[in-house]
């Protein structure tokens, strides 16, 4: 099997080449493409240097790839992920472009791998706040069934990507922000992407409407606020869910805990609940603070952290890429 990283030298491009190795994914060769700035570049991927290519329809053409990954922003993914999915490429997404469209799988694999078919070519990665959120309520709505959820986000600065992190990093006077509208040190700045018309964030309603699809029910009532915080990685959130049916706490906590992908961190008397210091460098959702919400008859509160680079964005496709190579590409 051939893969293509397209974006290979932006920061979830060098997270998805990294995961490549510690995975020690197999495949026979891997062709690494990024815009015109990056051409030239060299990777080290498996002791072997792989030189960038700049992304062109010529340059995909000249090699024969089987699944191509995409963490190089809408635009790219608007012009060249049609292009090569019309090649018979299998494409894994990055970006929102096609989260949305009817016959495009949006994919978490702990949770509905199955919904690829054979003859998918574009599969869509979720948002990554809406990733690491749909893992612990997935399992929560399999047996109680979810009413409504509210969503509170506090976002890293990688998020927004290495620009992102340099606002967060210089401090200087004259620095002018490249990402956010306002000074990011010190600052909660309650607006990620654009504003809609209907007062939310395009990031707001990503979660909305992705949380629907990935668990299969457009009846489920979703508000979200999200924040970006001065924090470099890991994004966490805060979660309040309402059953239809009434539960046990004990019982939601033992789900969690038996949940593939999910740690639950959970231990106020020793003053333990997931740090975005602990979940970087993860793969695994941390899940704690799981109680009672007092307010209504079937609710319940949760804290939620997970690293947005890594299962919020690469691991998560590398997770896609592992379900093809099983099913789709297994003789190859």
Not at 260 to 285: F, M, R, S
Request: with cysteine.
């Amino acid at each position: 099997m051939n893969i293509a990283v397209v974006g290979a030298t932006g920061l979830v491009g060098l997270k998805i080449i990294e995961v490549l190795q510690e995975k020690n994914i197999k495949f026979d060769d891997i062709y690494l493409y990024a815009s015109s700035k990056s051409k030239g570049k060299k990777i080290l991927i498996n002791n072997v240097e792989h030189e960038v290519m700049e992304l062109t329809e010529e340059n995909l053409d000249k090699k024969h790839i089987d699944v191509a990954l995409f963490s190089a922003g809408g635009q790219i993914s608007s012009k060249y992920v049609p292009y090569l999915a019309n090649k018979n490429v299998t494409c894994i997404d990055n970006s929102s472009v096609f989260r949305n469209c009817k016959d495009v799988p949006l994919v978490v694999p702990e949770i509905n791998a199955t919904d690829i078919k054979e003859e998918d070519r574009i599969i869509s990665n979720p948002n990554c706040s809406t990733i690491q959120a749909v893992l612990p309520l997935s399992v929560i709505h399999n047996k109680y069934q979810i009413k409504r959820i509210v969503y509170s986000t506090y976002q890293a600065v990688s998020g927004a990507g290495k620009r992102g992190i340099d606002d967060l990093k210089n401090t200087s006077e004259n620095y002018e922000m490249q990402v956010f509208p306002y000074e990011i040190v010190d600052n909660c700045i309650p607006h990620i992407d654009i504003f809609f018309e209907n007062g939310y964030t395009k990031e707001e309603m990503k979660m909305i409407t992705e949380t629907q699809k990935i668990l299969h029910d457009d009846s489920i009532k979703i508000t979200a606020t999200a924040v970006r915080v001065p924090v470099v990685n890991s994004h966490s959130e805060s979660i309040n869910v309402e059953l239809y049916n009434n539960f046990d706490i004990d019982d939601i906590k033992s789900l969690l805990s038996n949940s593939k992908g999910i740690i639950v961190c959970d231990d106020i008397k020793n003053q333990k609940y997931p740090l975005a210091t602990q979940a970087t460098g993860h793969d695994e959702v941390f899940v704690g603070r799981i109680r009672r919400d007092l307010s209504v008859d079937n609710g319940i509160n949760m804290w939620v952290v997970a690293d947005n680079i890594r299962k919020g964005a690469a691991s998560n496709a590398i997770q896609i890429l592992e379900y093809l190579q099983s099913t789709r590409y297994k003789n190859k």
